[in-house]
């Protein structure tokens, strides 16, 4: 064989010996994966536990469409609706109350933010606590007084003020303060604070540890002011906190839903993506409720409750094709009983 034949030949063998290597290549590049990201919020709530919890357990059941999903620190449910609206997260976890008021633009929202509901999640059971040695008895008590309403940039103002107009008092006759919720029972052990606005699900870690730390008036709302806020604003539900939750809660305690956890998304996300976003959330909630107990509230009487603000295309489709779309108006009757239930 002549040293022409051999190249010829040792060409044509390299040539069959890359070819699969080829098409192997040509076949990755064509399968795309869609990059998601989740906001959530600073270290230490519920949301960057919930939201790394879902993103698992999305990238772990894979349907129709390749994602890899990545959940992201965030300043919170603020900063998450507008990151959504600017194109810089696909997926994010809100408090109901804030998009509520974000969608319409109100309580100091600069616009309109077109944002969509996917799924409704686990209660905000938030209320006024305050040292049973502070002379606090009713709402109508913190007037000018030092009330802790939140994280600073957290938005809390949006169902507090609300709540304290309810109950006759302004914004302005009351002395706002900032901190976490463990930086709230700091503050009411050492006198910085008369009273703090926590919660979050039942039992709630900071209230346990300030029952725990010293004596405890949890603040009632008055009933008429109650039931007129829950007429008024779809995102407060009534929760009723059983005795004994608490150290020092002899009765149970009238409360509120102040604004559940939800995931959201762009009105401007594909139909189809959000379809099977929500598609296996619910077919997986179980497996998300292993891993934070946020999960057993997507549930059927929880996971499509109007709290507001409409649902996305995608996820309305689904929860009709599963059966557990409410009927009539698109609101999920909502009862104590009920909300009760959906606590995790």
Not at 274 to 288: L, M, P, Q, S
Not at 307 to 317: L, S, V
Not at 324 to 340: F, I, L, R, S, Y
Request: charged share 20%; with cysteine; hydrophobic share 40%.
């Amino acid at each position: 064989m002549t040293r022409v034949s051999q190249f010829l030949l040792f060409t044509a063998l390299a040539a069959l010996i890359a070819t699969p290597v080829l098409v192997g290549c040509k076949k990755s590049s064509d399968s795309k994966t869609q990059f998601l990201s989740m906001g959530t919020a600073p270290v230490g709530g519920a949301f960057p536990v919930v939201g790394g919890a879902i993103a698992e357990v999305l990238n772990a059941h894979q349907g129709t469409i390749a994602w890899k999903v990545q959940a992201k620190g965030t300043k919170g449910s603020q900063e998450n609706i507008r990151r959504l609206e600017q194109g810089e997260l696909e997926l994010a976890l809100s408090n109901a109350a804030i998009s509520y008021f974000a969608v319409r633009g109100e309580a100091g929202w600069d616009k309109n933010y077109n944002i969509r509901a996917i799924a409704t999640m686990a209660p905000n059971v938030a209320l006024f606590i305050a040292r049973s040695d502070s002379g606090i008895k009713t709402i109508a008590d913190l007037k000018g007084k030092r009330v802790i309403t939140g994280p600073s940039g957290a938005g809390f103002q949006m169902f507090i003020e609300p709540i304290l107009k309810a109950h006759g008092i302004a914004w302005e006759e009351i002395t706002s303060l900032n901190a976490t919720q463990s930086g709230s029972v700091d503050q009411l052990g050492d006198g910085s604070a008369d009273a703090a606005f926590l919660g979050g699900a039942v039992p709630t870690g900071s209230i346990t540890q300030a029952t725990s730390t010293f004596d405890v008036t949890f603040v009632p709302f008055e009933e008429e002011s109650r039931q007129k806020l829950i007429k008024d604003y779809a995102f407060f539900h009534p929760f009723t906190i059983p005795a004994k939750t608490y150290k020092g809660m002899e009765a149970d305690y009238l409360g509120l839903n102040v604004g559940s956890m939800h995931v959201i998304t762009a009105q401007s996300q594909p139909e189809e993506l959000i379809y099977e976003v929500t598609k296996t959330i619910w077919e997986n909630r179980a497996e998300i409720a292993g891993k934070h107990p946020a999960g057993k509230a997507l549930n059927e009487k929880n996971i499509a409750r109007d709290t507001g603000i409409e649902y996305h295309p995608g996820a309305i489709k689904f929860y009709k094709e599963a059966g557990v779309w409410p009927e009539g108006d698109g609101e999920a009757e909502t009862t104590e009983k009920e909300t009760a239930a959906a606590t995790p």
